[in-house]
């Protein structure tokens, strides 16, 4: 569904991802891993319109995306869930989900209300006042309002408490379940690894290894680098 | 008792007019983080033009003032493609800087086109309506509940409305508002056609009200900011509430301290608040 | 007469273009004056004045000094009622220009940096509308001022609106300008003799547009009448906003605006009953023959009534023409200036002079005019009275004051 050859990106004079070749097939879980700094995010952000590529392309369900403004790309399928949640705190939590289906007609938020009661409770509160975990819970929603192909999320567990983190973590696993395309970056890597059909671990702007997720979780040098044990 | 009402209903009139400076200064500042001095300049555009078809060509003056809005909107959007657009990424200073060009343009343009006389707006709305002592001349009146509707269809459209929801978005978020599938690109020259349309009927309002002449916009846009400042920056309520308690406040002082030091006084309610609430009124902390 | 000739042409200012018998020459004067910003109002229509005055003085023959006869050329400059502004316009016309005789003068402000340095400058400086009176009691021996000083006509209307009964005044006006203060402190002295009292000073400035909050105090206190003293436009806004308050006392007022002046601002309804206490200056009731032909003129030629006050431009560059004849040369200033004030009154002149002595000019340089009473009947400004005014006691008055 997703496919990236050769893709290099930067900020300024700096190029942080030195041409990564990636796939996220139909159906899929992908993760990132590794360190801060490596790239992940970048990636994202490059799929995403964000952020310019340098070289290389950007292909989705078989058309070239590479460089297209943000809103084409939302319009084509592909939706983010930012890190740091993003969420329009001046605004409320029903006009932040209104927002999240504005590429498209129509919008369903009462099923999304189903699927995340806390957010109906605060429906007319504004999303900044929220908790962390509310505000990451609204970020997912929102990104699902505009009924995205492809779903990726950057850092969801970034700056949250252990419990919420696992429930971020189950939410997750739920929309994988109802047959959701994803791609993750978290640098909580045993959450990612589990949750991840496939996964690719980023070292300084390059892929060094690709596997399923349970194969890399075992792997010694990850086990040894990113799980800490 | 009466008069400090009758003072009330005076600022009241010039307090709608600042809150339309300002709502068009702070829906600019909030997308695009400009200073947008020429806005000044641009409202009394407006005004001027509004008087050239009222006066010169026999327009009737609600048909003048649509022709006016329409051309306000065309100018706004060329303002944002042609001045601020081609230094969106470059260093804040630049927009400074052909923010103050621009003001210094629209200033001789206006001068050009319209020449140097103070021209007032002509209307024949010169009825006073009094109940119990407090006066209220029409075109007042007029001025409060055109202010009072463009406030309200102002408020509705960014509240209600799927594209007044994206400015927001990008007011707030500029990146998240490209990740809801919002085109950044669009909303600037939405904005710049609703503020400068926003200008020109301030414009007209202040062209019939007292009059326009080389120096009024300046001024105009002076009381803008303060408004903004005392407000919130980027802020609409406090744009709303900001300008009427300027207008108010002038009034006041005019009136119950000395006309003199009217703006003066202004001025120091705006410190004064800005001491005690360094957001502004509305603004967040 | 070939001599003659050259000497003549020695001077930048002067052109030979005349035959082997009579010499027709140029004179080229100067005018120094508001023709943009709030001030315009006065400056533009003085300016044009000027201009039109020379050209019926060319067309009458031109100025007859000896054997020559000179044709005045007029170079016009925008000092935006200036100081700053008007100091550099007569600079250049002195320096660069050559010119030795400079009129126009609207406003206070720029006249009053002009006159701070003309004594020293090898010319001569008539000024117009300017009323501020500090500029005619500093025994400037070349300059000459067409318009009465404010306080002379403040006293004037002083005596008149205290003659209407009124006791309780409300003032309002550009009071931090100092010859519309010398106006009101001269009214409030003739007022006060009859045992009135002026119970408000409220005042605007020449940019303010909004005069409520000023006029809704003044309400409150429940005046007898009103006293408007300022420019045109801020006045016009005064009295529209008084009847848009509901303010239905007698309104007075100091402005000397045409009735096109005020109608841009008021309607004929709102300013219906205001009453100007001023100079004479131009109007159609109370003018004479040279009055009616100037308004007829100047209409046609600039597509716009004159303003009131415009005349007083007019009528310099006449006194300067006469005052060359007399003196019998243009190079000599100094004969001129005092010729200046050895002038009678000349049939040409547009306002209604008040010799002191027979002249014209008093020994301090200052013309005086009758003043009026007119008021706003209809959409017209109508002349109904002469307001006692004394020439003679006040120009022996202000050769006491320095």
């Known amino acids: ?229 | ?285 | 007469m070939k001599i003659r000739a050259l000497l003549g042409c020695s001077a930048a200012t002067l052109m030979l273009v005349g035959g082997a018998h009579a010499a027709e020459k140029t004179l080229t004067i100067g005018v120094a004056d508001a023709l943009t910003g709030g001030a315009a109002v006065y400056g533009l229509p003085q300016a044009n004045s000027v201009e039109m005055a020379a050209d019926e003085i060319n067309a009458a023959g031109g100025i007859a000094v000896g054997d020559d006869t000179y044709m005045l050329d007029v170079i016009v400059y925008d000092d935006k009622a200036n100081p700053t502004e008007a100091t550099n316009a007569v600079r250049k016309l002195i320096d660069r220009d050559g010119v030795r005789y400079i009129l126009g003068f609207c406003c206070s402000g720029a006249t009053g940096a002009v006159a701070s340095f003309i004594e020293y400058e090898d010319a001569v400086m008539l000024v117009g509308n300017a009323a501020e009176r500090s500029i005619t009691t500093q025994g400037i021996s070349n300059l000459v001022r067409t318009r009465p000083p404010a306080d002379y006509t403040g006293a004037a209307a002083g005596a008149f609106v205290a003659k209407q009964g009124h006791k309780r005044i409300a003032v309002l006006g550009a009071l931090e300008t100092s010859f519309y203060a010398s106006y009101v402190e001269a009214f409030e002295e003739e007022f006060k003799k009859s045992g009135g009292e002026v119970i408000a000073h409220e005042v605007f400035a020449s940019k303010d547009r909004d005069m409520s909050p000023q006029l809704t105090k003044i309400r409150e206190m429940q005046p007898d009448a009103l006293l408007v003293v300022g420019y045109v436009e801020p006045a016009a806004f005064a009295y529209r906003q008084a009847t848009e308050l509901g303010m239905d006392v007698p309104r007075y007022g100091f402005t000397s605006g045409s009735e096109e002046q005020f109608l841009r601002v008021a309607s004929s309804e709102q300013m219906e009953g205001v009453w100007d206490l001023r100079p004479t200056e131009l109007t159609l009731q109370s003018t004479t023959d040279a009055g009616l032909a100037y308004h007829a003129n100047y209409s046609e030629r600039f597509g716009d009534a004159p303003s009131p006050s415009s005349p007083y431009a007019y009528d310099q560059a006449w006194a300067l023409k006469h005052a060359i004849e007399a003196a019998g040369s243009v190079e000599d200033t100094e004969a001129v200036a005092a010729a200046l004030r050895e002038l009678e009154v000349f049939p040409e002149a547009v306002m209604q002079y008040l010799p002191v002595e027979g002249k014209m000019f008093d020994q301090n340089g200052q013309a005086y005019t009758a003043n009026g009473a007119f008021q706003w009947q209809e959409g017209h400004w109508v002349f109904v009275e002469e307001l006692p005014s004394d020439q003679e006691a006040y120009s022996r008055f202000l050769s006491t004051v320095n």
Do not use: W
């Open chain 2, 1 to 285: 008792m009466t008069e400090i009402l009758q003072q009330i209903i005076n600022g009241i009139a010039i307090g709608g007019v600042y809150v339309l400076i300002a709502l068009g200064l702070t829906i600019v500042f909030g997308i695009l983080g400009i200073a947008h001095f020429a806005h000044g300049s641009v409202s009394m555009f407006g005004g001027y033009l509004t008087f050239f078809l009222v006066a010169q060509q026999g327009y009737p003056l609600i048909l003048a003032i649509l022709v006016a809005l329409v051309v306000g909107m065309v100018l706004g959007v060329l303002i944002e493609l042609l001045a601020y657009r081609p230094v969106r990424n470059a260093n804040h200073i630049n927009a400074f800087i052909v923010a103050l060009g621009l003001t210094m343009m629209v200033e001789g343009i206006n001068l050009q086109f319209f020449g140097a006389e103070q021209v007032v707006i002509p209307t024949d709305a010169g009825r006073v309506f009094s109940i119990g002592g407090v006066t209220l001349p029409e075109l007042r009146l007029y001025v409060i509940l055109a202010a009072a509707a463009l406030i309200l269809a102002m408020t509705i459209f960014v509240e209600k409305t799927k594209t007044g929801q994206a400015i927001r978005a990008v007011a707030e978020n500029r990146d998240a508002a490209i990740l809801m599938g919002i085109n950044v690109q669009m909303i600037p020259l939405i904005v710049f056609a609703i503020s400068t349309a926003l200008g020109v009927a301030a414009g007209v309002m202040v062209g019939s009200l007292f009059a326009i002449a080389p120096g009024v916009g300046e001024g105009l846009v002076v009381k803008g900011f303060a408004v903004l400042i005392l407000g919130g920056l980027g802020s609409i309520p406090g744009a709303v509430v900001g300008g009427i308690v300027l207008g108010v406040t002038e009034a006041l002082a005019a009136g119950f301290i000395s006309s003199a030091y009217k703006d003066v006084i202004a001025f120091v309610v705006m410190i004064a608040v800005l001491l005690l609430r360094p957001q502004g009124l509305m603004g967040r902390a």
């Open chain 1, 1 to 229: 569904m997703l496919e990236i050859r050769g893709l290099r990106t930067g900020y300024g004079a700096i190029e942080v991802v030195h041409g990564i070749d990636l796939d996220v097939n139909e159906g899929e879980c992908v993760a990132l891993i590794g360190a801060n700094g490596a790239g992940k995010s970048s990636t994202l952000k490059t799929i995403c319109g964000l952020l310019p590529a340098r070289d290389g392309q950007i292909r989705f369900d078989g058309h070239d995306i590479t460089n297209r403004k943000g809103h084409a790309i939302v319009q084509a399928g592909i939706t983010m869930c930012p890190e740091g949640r993003q969420v329009f705190p001046g605004m409320s939590v029903m006009q932040n989900l209104r927002l999240g289906a504005y590429a498209r007609k129509g919008a369903d938020i009462e099923e999304m209300l189903d699927m995340f009661p806390i957010l109906r409770e605060r429906a007319g509160q504004a999303a900044g006042t929220l908790s962390g975990g509310e505000q990451e819970m609204l970020a997912i929603a929102r990104a699902l309002m505009s009924r995205p192909r492809l779903c990726i999320f950057d850092e969801p567990s970034l700056g949250l408490a252990p419990k919420i983190v696992a429930e971020v973590a189950q939410t997750i696993a739920r929309i994988k379940a109802m047959g959701m395309t994803i791609l993750l970056v978290e640098q909580n890597s045993l959450m990612a690894l589990r949750l991840a059909d496939r996964a690719y671990l980023f070292e300084a702007g390059e892929i060094v290894l690709e596997g399923t997720g349970t194969e890399l979780q075992t792997h010694p040098e990850v086990v040894k680098a990113y799980l800490g044990h």
